[in-house]
């Protein structure tokens, strides 16, 4: 049974607007999720994090909300450029099995010019 | 570079026979996670090394799997007898609080 998920797997979006992708997760004693980003025959690459205790992290472009009483976190991208075009992953930490990262299956985001 | 390294980058092999694969982490992390990715699907994760110690393993990993941090800095995931659904990318992780640094992975193909 999958504790993360992502709902959608690809999304579309015009270049410079904002590109919004989902996670919603199932074990509330998650403390820190993570996003990351991959391009084809490379490894991931991590993007954002959030801790349990905040509800919005920000870097740059790129702001991750978390909703604990929804158990859901989203990823927003804005303003969406070509270079962002890649296969998301939302992971979360699981601290009952040495902090594993229990990902989710990965949103493919595609920028159109 | 400080990042983590895995080598080999692609390997092709027989099915039946034996591939190693070798993980660098970044230098102070003591943690290193082996990881599993197939098309379509999040990182599945195979084990997990504190220093020198295997603390986890997956049930995903067979016993024609085994991995080893003898000294608590490199790592090695080597497979026997590999079978075509061995064909995966192999993902090394490592990290000393926070998030995961990966490497590049290993893509095996199993003919």
């Known amino acids: 049974d999958q504790q993360v998920k992502q709902n959608s797997p690809s999304l579309s979006v015009q270049e410079g607007r904002i590109s919004i992708l989902n996670c919603d997760y199932t074990n509330s004693m998650f403390d820190y999720f993570l996003w990351y980003k991959k391009y084809p025959a490379e490894g991931p690459t991590f993007l954002i994090s959030?801790?349990?205790i905040k509800d919005k992290n920000e870097d740059g472009r790129f702001t991750v909300f978390l909703n604990k009483s929804a158990k859901h976190l989203s990823l927003h991208i804005v303003p969406s450029q070509p270079g962002d075009s890649a296969v998301y992953f939302c992971?979360?930490?699981?601290?009952?099995?040495?902090?594993?990262?229990?990902w989710g299956a990965g949103t493919k985001l595609i920028i159109k010019p | 570079d400080t990042g983590v390294s895995q080598d080999p980058r692609h390997k092709i092999t027989k099915r039946g026979q034996n591939v190693t694969f070798r993980c660098d982490p970044i230098?102070?992390?003591?943690?290193l996670y082996w990881y599993r990715q197939t098309l379509g699907q999040g990182p599945e994760f195979l084990t997990y090394?504190?220093?020198?110690?295997?603390?986890?393993k997956s049930r995903l990993l067979s016993d024609r799997f085994s991995a080893e941090r003898p000294k608590g800095s490199f790592s090695t995931l080597e497979i026997q007898r590999t079978e075509q659904g061995d064909s995966a990318m192999y993902l090394c992780a490592s990290r000393f609080t926070g998030e995961l640094f990966f490497g590049e992975g290993s893509r095996l193909t199993v003919l």
């Open positions: 959030i801790s349990s």
């Open positions: 090394f504190q220093n020198e110690a295997q603390l986890e």
């Open positions: 992971a979360a930490s699981d601290p009952d099995s040495n902090y594993q990262l229990i």
């Open positions: 230098s102070e992390h003591n943690r």
